[in-house]
């Protein structure tokens, strides 16, 4: 947004003496935040902007005096934290630090500081799979837990590292919520699992035909989510599958049916098709080793 043409901002509400609520010339709100910024001061009085460390304008994810409310509710050492935090996501897996991304994060770890205070302990069911689905989520989750310790002296529960990368594989998402990343892990482990009780061997998730597959079911999701089909296929690639290779093409059916319960409806021909391509490359590479 340009503030060329204005340097101040009409105050709408004082959450604390770190975050209040503005209103710009042109109508639209903005969150300001810094030590000590709403301190004395009372709604309808003229602020500058300048005046902020941290300026939060509305970038669709959330209103404003949501934002406003939930910094409003951490405190200002925890906000500078997910700063950094956002910062990290955005450098090494590409995110853009959007308030989606922010919110969740900057709530959880609000929680996670309080269980730690208290000496409480969750269970993080989800940590194999996070940690074989999503590497560089995990790394960078476990990262998280490393510097909430250098920053805030708090000592998290060391899996806290899994919550965390589930919010940086949500964010890829944009239009999914936690709950749907949370099915979509728990889905992918499951076809694997799938894979490997059929064929009677481990699946090596960490070859480069398992990141092809894993990166393909989570498109699948994401196609499913926006409402987008696969493009169709000229050629019936399930049955050149079949003829080839039967037990990959009734695998694929398989995950078919077990993807399409988590997704809550029938995956498309082009959709099979598409998983008997990624069901064959496995089956030829575990016959290979």
């Known amino acids: 947004m340009d503030l060329s043409r204005g340097s101040s901002a009409t105050i709408k509400r004082v959450y604390n003496n770190n975050v209040l609520l503005a209103e710009l010339h042109d109508g639209s709100d903005m969150v300001l935040v810094g030590k000590g910024i709403g301190f004395n001061h009372k709604p309808g009085e003229l602020i500058a902007l300048d ?6 304008v509305p970038d669709g994810s ?6 406003a409310g939930v910094l409003g509710d951490a405190p200002l050492e925890q906000i500078e934290v997910v700063q950094e935090i956002m910062a990290m996501a955005q450098t ?11 919110v969740p994060i900057l709530d959880h770890l609000g929680f996670a500081v309080q269980r730690a205070s208290e000496g409480l302990r969750v269970d993080f069911p989800l940590r194999w799979e996070v940690a074989q689905l999503y590497p560089a989520e995990g790394n960078l989750g476990r990262r998280v837990v490393a510097l909430i310790k250098e920053r805030l002296g708090v000592v998290l529960q060391e899996e806290e590292w899994v919550a965390f990368a589930l919010h940086f594989v949500n964010q890829q998402w944009s239009k999914a919520d936690f709950s749907k990343t949370v099915s979509m892990t728990e889905t992918i482990a499951g076809v694997f699992s799938l894979l490997s009780s059929r064929w009677g061997t481990n ?9 092809r597959f894993v990166t393909h079911l989570r498109y699948l999701f994401a196609r499913s989510l926006e409402a987008t089909s696969s493009a169709a296929f000229e050629v019936d690639v399930l049955a050149s599958v079949r003829q080839a290779y039967p037990e990959a093409a009734d695998a694929a059916l398989e995950i ?22 990624h069901t064959s490359r496995l089956y030829v590479e575990m016959l290979n080793t």
């Open 51 to 56: 005046t902020a460390d941290q300026r939060f």
């Open 62 to 67: 959330y209103a404003a005096s949501h934002v």
């Open 92 to 102: 090494e897996l590409k995110l853009e630090p959007r308030q989606s991304l922010l």
């Open 203 to 211: 699946i090596d998730e960490n070859k480069l035909s398992s990141a």
């Open 256 to 277: 078919a049916v077990h993807i399409g319960a988590a997704l809550r409806r029938k995956l498309s021909d082009a959709e099979v098709s598409y998983l008997a391509l």
